[in-house]
């Protein structure tokens, strides 16, 4: 392991870390940037040079023979030499084949290596893989077995094992080729693998399978290179896969291949694309391909541009950091440092707040990436849903990644998850990207947090200062933190931890004092508490708890419509009315219109809480939608759609959702644009696709009814019990020492109908309804997110209510119900009226499951 960096003078580290995060990384401002390994950032100098070489080169199809072409393809030669310098290597050991990414380099693999199928008379090939490999890996087993190839998954502790595998020398002679891949730095842990295992392999010292045959290696180097230096060199792969971006976070969709060329002339390709072909015939089978190996794999042209940006890539990041062996010193000082204060924290009872899921003990950059993956615990050593954790640390403005990472193998290996759960929880309606963190009580994935060069002391502060705020707080003033996680938080930084001096090199990190951390979490005691005091929380619990519902009405009392809301314009104010026509996407103009930004991409309030400023109301009788907002000119929309020929449809998606819609013009946009303070549009969803492009086939409501949806999230309706909302008022004015109106938090909850019934929560054991003559039906509860943290008066954000409704729900941050109309009988709309009885049908099984949208299901 090389040595320690020298040190730079302590008091000049902070400030030139600060430094250079302020002119490179400004869009970091009051973010705390922790998936690294999910993407890298990049700087604005990377940008500055791309754009500045732009503007003053042509650059022309590689493919032609002019100038500017001839420019762009010495360009894009240069930048392979510069690739291969990276890895320590030159042109006359490897080739570097350009692709969409990693994922694309590894299918290239799988297509073209020389596989010998089963059922010839030689030896048969194998396709061997480790188990603690991205699914992109695991994917290729898909292509070998339509070649007839066997694929063997083996898991790292039998390959430490392997060497009994080791063939006798008569057997060593075989020529049949097998590939084994593995990654370099596992993405789900950060555990690195032997580099080593190349050569063993290649040698047969390691045997994966017992089989004759001469072994290849292909080295998933994806994670692996974006925080540590590989020598291609000394560990002399067959196939490297990378992503770009993982390295400087720009370009997007550009990776390579890298591919010794000792094994390259063995590749075989089938399908020939534009610029491979030295000569073919159109009308006969004759193809003749081109000498160089790139070339020859370079299907089409390739990503010129973007690969001319990867040459400011390499020189800015040399530039900034002084070389990857220090970005690797720095990142798992940061690591090293989080682990051991994270794996320290205890509960008052000895508890631990995490369990950590680790191959190793963070003491060796050689052995561990700067990534730590982990589940939060509650004091009875219950796992809390990672969808939970991400939801609190999005209060935070922290930003890390949650779920299985795709790679399913590590995922089962850490959380003890067997075959059969993966294929139990599938049937549940968990599929890999959702938020279905808990299937009964075991959780489905974790949280993981990874650091990059640009990452700071205070960015692992921010993290641990957060877990501690939400996980260890009390009432009181004082953040309890044990003795020996106090002197980790002020003496487990080592001296030598790299950061960024004056010269832009790498030096030491400061130390931070105890009292300074306390100063800081009791500043803020009134919004960081997630958890309350066990006796008050055993008390929420037992009221609220989401598992309490009776299993019958324990009130004959009725139940009746209090409040009546329309939100004609998503994400903005309500509109209250008495009375509302009901049609068949749920009342009449509710969320009919959005604001998109320039992309055309849905603004709600989590990125512009300014939304809740804006007050639309719908005058029936004249036929307008009329918009306010202070200190604007009140502006008009007519309720008539556009359909006229001159109306562009466009394709918008909320949520999982494809809808089609229109622009609402230029007057509205710029008023819009102005009261925002940002480009944006508003649109409409056009009603002749309403019925096709936005449905839901929802399960319990009769076969024809494949219900109509506007540009809600999730569900027609969302409705709130006035008992349920009292019942969570008392904890969180308690909270915050400040009296709550109940007018308030209605408003939050942004819910269409508010009924008053006698219990608190007994909503959630209803499955359907009947108001009038409507009849809804319960499709599950809504999930809340930040949204309703947002005070819909003033649009000012408190991180207290998603706290307290997570203390007090237990394990979910569900409040109130989702709602479809049931098939209408009459082509006349219906009228939804306060006042009305609300007749509820109790369902047999009390357990109201979340809707499967991988969405969060927040009402915008």
């Known amino acids: ?202 040698s047969g010292k390691l045997c994966p399978v017992k089989i004759p045959g001469k072994w290849f290696v292909l080295l998933d180097a994806a994670s692996y290179v974006s925080s540590s230096p590989l020598d291609l060199g000394v560990h002399e792969a067959d196939f490297i896969p990378i992503s770009f971006y993982k390295i400087f976070g720009f370009p997007t969709g550009l990776g390579a291949l890298l591919v010794n060329n000792r094994i390259a002339p063995l590749l075989r390709k089938t399908y020939f694309g534009g610029g491979t072909a030295a000569a073919y015939l159109a009308g006969e089978d004759f193809y003749f391909p081109r000498k160089s190996i790139a070339e020859r794999f370079e299907d089409g042209t390739v990503s010129f541009l973007d690969i001319i940006a990867l040459k400011h890539g390499f020189d800015v990041l040399e530039k900034l950091t002084g070389g990857m062996e220090k970005i690797k010193q720095h990142t798992f000082a940061l690591a090293h440092y989080t682990y051991n204060v994270l794996s320290t924290l205890k509960y008052a009872n000895g508890a631990p707040v995490v369990r950590i899921y680790s191959d190793t003990d963070f003491s060796n950059p050689d052995l561990q990436g700067p990534i730590i993956n982990f589940n939060v615990l509650n004091e009875n050593g219950e796992a809390i849903g990672f969808s939970q954790v991400d939801k609190m640390a999005s209060l935070y403005n922290i930003h890390i990644r949650t779920g299985c990472f795709c790679n399913t193998g590590a995922c089962q290996m850490h959380l003890g998850i067997s075959n059969e759960d993966i294929q139990r929880n599938l049937q549940a309606g968990h599929v890999c990207g959702d938020d279905v963190d808990l299937v009964d009580g075991h959780p489905t994935g974790s949280v993981r947090i990874s650091f990059g060069y640009m990452s700071s002391f205070e960015d692992a502060q921010t993290f641990l200062k957060f877990i501690i705020a939400t996980r260890l707080s009390k009432s009181g003033n004082e953040i309890p933190v044990q003795s020996s996680v106090t002197k980790l938080m002020t003496e487990s930084v080592p001296d030598d931890l790299p950061s960024f001096s004056n010269a832009d090199k790498l030096s030491p990190i400061p130390h931070i004092l105890d009292r300074e951390l306390k100063d800081n979490l009791s500043a803020r005691k009134t919004t960081v508490n997630w958890q309350p005091p066990e006796s008050e929380a055993e008390s929420i619990r037992a009221a609220v708890s989401e598992t309490a519902v009776p299993t019958c009405r324990r009130s004959s009392k009725p139940i009746t419509v209090t409040n009546i809301y329309v939100y004609p314009i998503k ?290």
């Open 1 to 202: 392991m090389a040595g320690p960096l020298p040190p730079a003078p302590p008091a000049a580290c902070p400030a030139a870390l600060r430094s250079l995060r302020q002119r490179e990384f400004p869009r970091l401002r009051g973010i705390t940037y922790l998936d690294h390994a999910g993407s890298a950032l990049f700087p604005e100098s990377l940008l500055k040079a791309f754009t500045d070489d732009l503007r003053n080169n042509v650059y022309g199809n590689p493919h032609s023979q002019n100038i500017s072409s001839k420019l762009t393809y010495d360009t894009i030669e240069h930048v392979r030499y510069r690739i291969l310098q990276h890895f320590n290597t030159t042109a006359e050991d490897y080739t570097v084949i350009f692709t969409s990414g990693c994922t694309a380099a590894l299918k290239l693999v799988a297509e073209a290596f020389p596989w010998i199928p089963e059922g010839t008379k030689q030896t048969s090939s194998r396709f061997c893989f480790l188990t603690d490999s991205h699914t992109s890996v695991v994917g290729m087993r898909g292509i070998t077995a339509l070649m007839n190839v066997l694929s063997v998954p083996i898991k790292p502790k039998e390959l430490l094992l392997s060497e009994e595998n080791r063939l006798p020398a008569e057997e060593q002679n075989c020529t049949t080729p097998h590939l084994f891949c593995y990654p370099a730095q596992s993405n789900f842990s950060g555990t690195k693998y032997p580099l080593s295992w190349i050569q063993d392999i290649k």
């Open 571 to 860: 994400s903005c104010s309500a509109f209250e009315v008495t009375e509302w026509p009901v049609g068949n996407q749920g009342l009449l103009y509710d969320r009919n219109w959005m604001v998109v930004n320039q992309n055309g991409v849905c603004m709600t309030q989590k990125q512009e809480p300014r939304l809740c400023l804006v007050n639309p109301s719908i005058d029936l009788k004249q036929n307008i939608m009329v918009i306010e907002a202070e200190g604007m000119d009140p502006i008009s929309v007519s309720l008539e759609e556009n359909t006229g020929k001159e109306t562009v449809i466009c394709e918008s998606k909320v949520c999982s959702h494809r809808v089609k819609t229109y622009d609402c013009g230029e007057r509205i946009a710029g008023w819009f644009s102005m009261f925002l303070g940002r480009p944006c549009h508003l649109i409409r969803q056009s009603s002749d696709m309403k019925n096709r492009s936005h449905q839901k086939n929802t399960k319990g409501l009769a076969p024809a009814a494949n219900i109509s949806l506007s540009l809600v999230n999730e569900a027609q309706y969302l409705l709130v019990n006035v008992a349920s909302i009292l019942q969570l008022k008392e904890h969180v004015s308690a909270r915050l020492e400040v009296p709550l109106e109940i007018e308030e938090l209605i408003r939050r909850f942004r819910a269409n109908i508010v009924i008053s019934a006698p219990e608190s929560f007994e909503e959630e054991e209803w499955a359907e309804i009947s108001i009038g003559s409507l009849r809804l039906q319960v499709v599950g509860p809504c999930s809340r997110c930040q949204i309703i943290c947002i005070d819909q008066q003033s649009g000012e954000r408190n991180k207290e209510f998603l706290q307290s409704l997570s203390a007090a729900r237990g394990k979910k941050t569900n409040f109130g119900i989702y709602l479809m109309n049931q098939p209408l009988h009459s082509s006349f709309p219906d009228i939804l009226s306060v006042g009305s009885e609300v007749i509820p049908v109790l369902k047999e099984n009390t357990e109201i499951q979340p809707p499967t949208s991988n969405e969060e299901k927040c009402s915008g």
